[in-house]
């Protein structure tokens, strides 16, 4: 019963955080297309510009003021709780995940840190982050956007490079994520909000707003705006275990977050110009080459008996992944993959050499202690051509 209570809750807390990062993220994608689309020929005194569209059967009349109108309505709509709530929700899955049970879900198999070190390493290093991007969003760097986002890429990459040092695969691409979502809703909690605050305040005030709270909320949501597409990226990564279960899986984050930004530019720039058209087709090539260069590189070697290798897998790996685990800790086989039969073992072989053999993330933190001969005879027979005869 405890098994099934956790899966819902499991369940419950990631529909939550996919709701309202849908709603985050979808709301920071129309307002780059609004600002992009607005008309600015000979706007009216006052406008910056305006746009017309249809949808869902009407049509919308939207301006976009130089500052404010001359007078503040009485109902201004904000946009925040999208924010807030997808990081909330976020944390809160991350620790029903992977801190309630960080021996199983977070360590790397073997890793000698305890873990509860795990867990406060891997919450305190994203507060560490946003004090280290803020201050650097503060320095001298702020004044040169460029070279700032390539430090900050940088450092991103880095991190991600030193949680696959002591977390699983998973974990290491997750907390990356959480990461990168804790700079976003800081600069939305920290500088983007207070910034509009102060301008309300100001014109209800009949004073000049301050011009640098602006200018950064500003350079942050750049930052959110590029930073969209790898996080989108990395919360759908459990599903693929060749990116986050190879020994490069850091790299691998890397170059599909360098493939994902200039498409983003495209997409920001394409109702101006279609300069950037070019990222489109260069990102598709660039996840071929990627796909090639990971993958795993097999050695042909003699078969392992098929009747060995099943006595391995129903060992080590059904009192998991079986329609009817054993395991306290799933009511039904995770992912639903199952392996009680000889025709499931053979269907799902690429799944179980990238899970158990290649990144040896299963099984989960090895609490079947499958061996290292164990893993080798099902990587020499996947290799052989994973044959059941």
Known sequence: ???????????????????????????????????????????????????????????????????????????????????????????????????????????????ALPPAAAVALGFGSLIAGWFVYDRLCDS??????????????????????????????????????????????????????????????????????????????????????????PVLFIMISNHFPSTYGSPWNWAILAALSALAVPVRHYFN???????????????????????????????PAPAGRFARVAEVIHTRCTVCHSATPSSPLFASAPGGVMLDSPEQIRMLAPKIHAQAVASQLMPLGNITSMTPEERALIGAWIAAGARTD
């Open 269 to 299: 720039t394409r109702h101006a110009s279609q300069r950037f058209a070019w990222t489109l087709p260069a990102a598709a090539l660039g996840l071929l080459c990627l796909a090639f260069v990971s993958a795993p590189r097999q050695t």
């Open 1 to 111: 019963m405890e098994a099934h209570l956790t899966e819902w809750l499991n369940l419950a807390i990631r529909w939550i955080h996919m709701i309202v990062g849908i709603a985050w993220i979808g709301a920071s994608f129309y307002f780059v297309w609004l600002e992009n689309n607005l008309d600015r020929r000979n706007p009216r005194e006052g406008l910056a510009g305006d746009l017309w569209a249809i949808h869902g059967g009407g049509i919308y009349h939207l301006e976009k003021y130089k500052l404010a109108p001359p007078r503040m309505p009485e109902k201004l709509h904000w946009f925040k709780w999208e924010a807030y709530g997808t990081w909330l929700s976020g944390i809160a899955l991350l620790g029903a995940v992977y801190y309630l049970n960080p021996g199983l879900y977070l360590l790397a198999p073997g890793s």
């Open 140 to 229: 001298p760097l702020g004044k040169r956007p460029a070279l700032l986002g390539a430090l900050l890429f940088a450092l991103i990459v880095l991190a991600a490079w030193g949680y696959s040092q002591v977390f699983g695969g998973r974990a290491a691409y997750i907390h990356t994520g959480a990461l990168i979502g804790t700079l976003m809703v800081g600069n939305v909690f920290r500088i983007i909000m207070p910034a509009q605050r102060d301008l309300v305040k100001a014109i209800e005030e009949g004073r000049a707003p301050d011009p640098r709270l602006p200018a950064k909320g500003l350079l942050r949501s750049r930052h959110n705006n590029y930073l969209t597409l």
